[in-house]
């Protein structure tokens, strides 16, 4: 006799169906399974995105540059300081493609016996807007102490092709670590004009020089404050890595540089600046700045700390107001709203280290990218940069910030 509880829970012929729905199931499961896995093998993973619209001006197979600034009638001039590698000349204009030296290659020769006549090793190069171009030789290849007499601002007529003023830095406001590093100028003050530089010294304790370009007298502003100095806590990561000097031991010590990127409000009266060391913008009043009768804790209190932008070498501003920094630890551009408010205008993968910053006549934000970050002092000695390294630019659509 049958067994009632099977017939009710389930006949021969129905488990049989059963079986065969779950052979059916299990195939159609497998089928799918491979089409997904299929789709997976052949379809792209996500990746970091790049964005903004990035053209290479010029590449450059010798050594690496920093400056780069752009005339009001296009002219491109480019930098190469005496870092140790092969310099040839430390100040160049591209022309037809190629960069030569500028104004000519004697100038370019270093002579410690007569620093104030040639470029020993320029750090950064800046058209005025007035028909010049101003360069600033920090007199102290591979970051020695500057040679006594060295350090100083040229400018050079860009006509007749000729130096026109030469300005030395005075011996009150050079110090055996200092590195004059940027410049910005303001020719609606004094007779010739007033400049300010960034002291971006690699003892961590930088400073604001200020010098009137009509007698060359100068005082230094800021030295030692937290704005100008470099931030003790930050080790910056780069390419994945904590930038950190290495040597061929292993051995390992902060990379700490000071006050470094520098930029001008449009009227003048505000001057931005950063440490190289720190992801901070600081802004302070430049009426008193230049006021010697403003103490140095009543300047510290009027600087102002915008926040963070990222690491930054170089800064540049428009005539518009906004502020555009470099971001090294994360290949990129920013840009600061003269309200407030930063977006990122160019990420890249290509723009490694974004070193300095121009805005050329063409409403293009010009900078160079040097790889600074795979030199042999922090590979233990390894040189992992690879050229060529690029001057690029990106469209902004405003026009560089007025010097008059």
């Known amino acids: 006799m049958p067994d009632s509880h099977f017939n009710a829970s389930g ?19 497998a089928s799918a399974a491979s089409s997904f896995a299929a789709q997976g093998n052949a379809a792209p993973l996500a990746a970091e995105r790049a964005y903004g619209a990035l053209e290479t001006v010029a590449t450059f197979d010798g050594p690496m540059p920093t400056g780069v600034t752009v005339t009001e009638t296009g002219r491109i001039f480019v930098n190469f300081p005496r870092w140790g590698d092969d310099v040839p000349f430390t100040v160049g204009e591209l022309r037809d493609g190629k960069v030569v030296p500028y104004p000519d290659a004697a100038v370019n020769r270093a002579d410690d016996r007569h620093p104030a006549d040639h470029f020993l090793s320029v750090q950064s190069v800046v058209a005025d807007g007035q028909g ?13 102490s500057p040679v006594e007499g ?33 410049v910005r100028f303001d020719f609606r003050l004094g007779r010739a004009g007033v400049a300010y530089v960034t002291d971006s010294s690699l003892s961590g304790v930088g400073g604001i020089i200020v010098i009137d370009l009509d007698t060359g007298s100068a005082m230094r502003r800021l030295t030692g404050d937290p ?17 950190m ?21 449009p009227d003048g009266k505000t001057l931005y600046y950063c440490p190289l060391s720190s992801r901070h913008l600081y802004a302070v009043p430049t009426a008193l700045l230049r006021d010697a009768s403003v103490s140095e804790p009543q300047l510290a209190a009027a600087v102002k700390d915008l926040g963070e932008k990222g690491a930054s070498d170089g800064l540049e501003s428009d005539a518009n107001g906004a502020v555009y920094a470099g971001d090294y630890e994360h290949d990129s551009i920013r840009r600061l ?13 290509r723009v490694l280290w974004p070193d300095t ?11 160079t990218a040097n790889q600074l970050h795979r030199q042999p002092g922090f590979h233990g000695g390894k040189d ?20 008059r």
């Open 11 to 29: 006949s021969p012929a129905r488990f049989a169906r059963r079986a065969r729905t779950l052979a059916f199931a299990l195939a159609a499961m």
């Open 132 to 144: 010049r171009v101003w360069v600033l030789d920090t007199a102290a290849p591979n970051f020695s």
């Open 150 to 182: 060295g350090a100083k601002l040229v400018a050079i007529d860009l006509k007749t092709n000729r130096i026109v003023k030469t300005v030395v830095f005075p011996a009150n406001v050079m110090r055996a670590q200092t590195y004059v590093d940027d």
């Open 227 to 243: 704005s100008t100095s470099a931030d003790t806590s930050f080790v910056p990561v780069v390419e994945g890595d904590a930038l």
């Open 245 to 265: 000097q290495r040597d061929a031991k292993g051995n390992t010590k902060p990379f700490v540089v000071a006050s470094d990127g520098i930029a001008l409000s």
């Open 337 to 349: 709203a003269p309200h407030g408010g930063w977006t990122t205008i160019v990420h890249d993968p």
């Open 357 to 367: 910053l121009s805005v050329g006549p063409d409403g293009y934000l010009y900078f």
């Open 384 to 403: 992992l940069r690879r050229k060529p390294y690029a001057l690029f630019r990106v469209r902004i659509d405003a026009p560089p910030a007025p010097t």
